[in-house]
């Protein structure tokens, strides 16, 4: 069966740190594309983060670069999402997102439609 899950959500005062982890189980992330996205109350689920498989470039979003950054490990077939300096901002459901189609291509996916497995979600909160 085809999974992914997403874990260390929380809530934390602004200013600290998160790190969120992606397991993938029944695929090889190595193949995939991977996003972190995330979706506030109200508002549209956005893209924050992704690492290309094929040559391991990757994507920040505007309000993150600097304070996220995003890595893997294929022995542990898992993705990190490191957030430091969090901000009451950054509170939102955090989502994991694998590619397939994208994995090995010379492309980062930006758009939620181009992503085929999907985590149920972590939520982090941010107190001010």
């Known amino acids: 069966e085809v999974q992914v899950v997403e874990s260390g959500g929380g809530l934390v005062q602004a200013g600290g740190s998160l790190r969120l982890s992606c397991a993938a189980s029944g695929f090889s992330l190595d193949d995939y594309a991977i996003g972190w996205f995330r979706q506030a109350p109200g508002k549209e689920r956005e893209v924050i983060s992704c690492m290309s498989s094929f040559d391991g470039h990757t994507y920040y979003a505007h309000s993150v670069k600097g304070r996220f950054t995003i890595s893997s490990d294929n022995a542990k077939n898992a993705v990190y999402l490191q957030m430091n300096s969090l901000k009451p901002e950054d509170t939102a459901i955090y989502y994991c997102?694998?590619?397939?189609?994208?994995?090995?291509?010379?492309?980062?996916?930006?758009?939620?439609?181009?992503?085929?497995?999907w985590g149920q979600g972590t939520q982090v909160t941010v107190s001010s």
């Open positions: 997102a694998a590619s397939k189609y994208y994995g090995r291509r010379d492309y980062l996916p930006l758009d939620s439609d181009e992503y085929d497995y």
